[in-house]
């Protein structure tokens, strides 16, 4: 069972990148948020890995912090219906945060939204981990960003509001906001954050 990987990363894609490591290449396929924070090609780079055996092979699927691979457990092994597939593209289309907030919400419209996700499956993950998402650790995938659990205002959520405000769609302004912070760092204002995201 490999849990972790180091070594080179030699190919990086969208949802798939390769790591050579001992003079093994690895595929392993990432969510968005964790292709976002690679470093460049033949860096080194560490993946936290949740290694799936299926009857007709295996995979591995790498994140950046355990915050994400626990979530991504949650969603292949809680929620009937969720492969790791659709799990992956669940955590690819909106980060951490706004995942567990919009399951403590019940929010079925924005995790509707979702990638292969309907209205049923949707309504699947409120009522199969609205209990859970809270019992997670309290570090997000970006650290900056509280956990749902707490539902505290903070400039990054007080951010995205706004820019959901303007018209953006959640799944494009929490990436605005994502990109912001990477850029500004965690002391960033509200008001600095949405300028950053919307080029200012």
Known sequence: MIVSLRGKLIEAGVLRVVIESAGVGYEVNVPVTT???LPKL???VFLLIHH???EDGQALYG???AEEREFFKLLVEK???VG???ALNILSRLSLPILRDAILR???AL???CPGVGKKTAERLVMELKDKVGLEGSAPSVATLAPAAALAPTPASDALAALVALGFKPADADKGVRTALTKLGAGATADQLVKAALGR
């Open 35 to 37: 292709a976002e924070r």
């Open 42 to 44: 033949g860096a080194e």
């Open 52 to 54: 799936v055996f299926r």
């Open 63 to 65: 994140f950046a912090v």
């Open 79 to 81: 929620v009937s219906g």
């Open 84 to 86: 790791p597939k659709m």
């Open 106 to 108: 019940g929010d079925v």
């Open 111 to 113: 995790l509707s939204q």
